[in-house]
């Protein structure tokens, strides 16, 4: 089974802390990806990456940065974060079809 | 014009009904199809594939029509546990497998 693993479920950070999401597949995928959901919204794509060291913007980027320095890990990172960044945040990774970890569900005060 | 439209619902059924939901796409390049089910509060979890002949597995079939540019779900004899938002997901061609996803549709089995 292909397990996709995030460092919190819960997490609670003040307005202008920065924050780390970490996401961990052990399926050996190439693609990486960051979303965020929030009601009514859908998910929306935050960042991807298809290889180590390579990274792309998704729909949403700003207020986020993301590094990928080893295949297997895929980090979310919140230089400054803002009341408006409180949300549900899911990583997935995939050859073709997605596999989602638990989600991280970020407040930011 | 959004890529991937669902219609929201609720979908308000008895148990032991027959279900369908749709799914429209804008780009005709689409060339991946999938169907996902997400609990309340949890992640979404593949529930099938789409393929152009159309695939069944149990209660569930799935379907494409590319002409129409539609891919739908059925559900047959529906169960309580069915309860959930159903997304659907397609994929365009070209090697980058990044996915657009519907807003998902919710459906509601009650007793």
């Known amino acids: 089974d292909v397990k996709v693993t995030q460092s919190s479920r819960y997490l609670v950070k003040r307005t202008g802390e920065k924050v780390f999401l970490e996401c961990v597949q052990d399926?050996?995928?190439?693609?990486m990806f960051w979303y965020r959901q929030d009601p009514g919204l859908g998910l929306r794509l935050i960042y991807f990456s298809y290889d180590v060291k390579m990274k792309e913007k998704g729909d949403i980027p700003e207020g986020y940065s993301v590094s990928r320095e080893k295949k297997e890990r895929f980090s979310l990172i919140l230089e400054s974060a803002s009341t408006n960044q409180t949300s549900m945040y899911l990583c997935?990774?995939?050859?073709?079809?997605?596999?989602f970890g638990p989600g991280t569900r970020l407040t930011v005060l | 014009r959004k890529e991937v439209e669902q219609d929201p619902g609720p979908f308000n059924v008895p148990e032991g009904a027959t279900v369908a939901f749709n799914c429209t796409y804008s780009n005709s390049a689409s060339q991946s199809f999938f169907w996902y089910r997400q609990d309340c509060r949890k992640e979404p979890k593949l529930l099938m594939s789409?393929?152009?002949s159309g695939n069944e597995d149990g209660r569930f079939t799935a379907q494409l029509n590319r002409a129409s540019q539609y891919i739908s779900l059925l559900i047959r004899d529906s169960k309580l546990s069915d309860s959930a938002t159903y997304l659907c997901v397609v994929i365009l061609s070209g090697g980058s497998y990044i996915p657009t996803f519907g807003r998902g549709t919710s459906l509601i089995v009650h007793p």
């Open positions: 399926m050996d995928h190439e693609n």
């Open positions: 789409v393929y152009s």
């Open positions: 997935a990774s995939s050859e073709r079809e997605q596999f």
